[in-house]
Each structure stands twice: as C-alpha cells, then as structure tokens.
C-alpha cells in the first residue's frame, strides 16, 4: 500500500503564489508518472500537470506558463510551484502517482486526499 499526503493549500491573493507537495510513503519499489489534478464543486476532476520517471511534463493549457511540476525521486515527492494565481484556479488539488509495491507485480494508481486552494480577487 502507498499513502501520498498533499500539504501546501491555503489562501491566497490573486497573482500571489503557493507551492503544493506531495510525500509518498509505504513499500514503494518503483514510481512511475505522478501528476496534480483539482476538483471544483460539481464538475469533474481534471488534470493539472503530469511528470514521468523521465521528468517530462505536460501542462493543462490553463496553468501552462504559470504552474511548475517537479519531482524528487529519492525522496518520493512531487511538487507543484504555482504563480500568477487566478480565483478560477480555486479548488481541492490532489496528487497522484503509479506505483509498484516491494509485494506487488503490477502497477497501482494512488491518490491523496487532496489539499484546498483558495485564491480571493
């Protein structure tokens, strides 16, 4: 089993910035991609920027230019810097990742529980 545990939400202005992280703990034996997604009230959840093992990124076009995505393998953290906040970026932010336990053979999608991010015009 792996546990990823969001931290970092909190209020903001607009065009202020917050770094969101995510720590993955358990019996972790190899990570593959990880990724921030967000979730308003009654719309799906969508995606916010990916990394894979090979630090490629991809972006929502909404936050490209302004969201960073960043991952530290030894520590099994990923992290998203986000500047030029906009209210619409408003939302509970989750993280991901695709790993494969020391007991398993296949690789598993988790999630966190996700950390709120409030931006105020």
């Known amino acids: 089993q792996v546990r990823l545990v969001e931290s970092g939400g909190g209020l903001v202005q607009a065009g202020g910035s917050l770094t969101l992280s995510c720590a993955a703990s358990?019996?972790?034996?190899?990570?593959?991609?990880m990724g921030w997604y967000r979730q308003t009230p009654g719309k799906q959840r969508e995606l916010v920027a990916t990394?894979?093992?090979?630090?490629?990124?991809t972006y929502a076009d909404s936050v490209k230019g302004r969201f960073t995505i960043s991952r530290d393998n030894a520590k099994s953290t990923v992290s998203l810097q986000m500047n030029s906040l906009k209210p619409e970026d408003t939302a509970v932010y989750y993280c991901?990742?695709?790993?494969?336990?020391?007991?398993?053979?296949?690789?598993?999608?988790?999630w966190g529980q996700g950390t709120r991010v409030t931006v105020s015009s």
């Open positions: 990394i894979n093992s090979g630090a490629i990124t």
């Open positions: 991901n990742g695709l790993f494969k336990t020391i007991s398993g053979s296949s690789w598993n999608l988790y």
């Open positions: 358990g019996k972790i034996a190899s990570t593959n991609a």
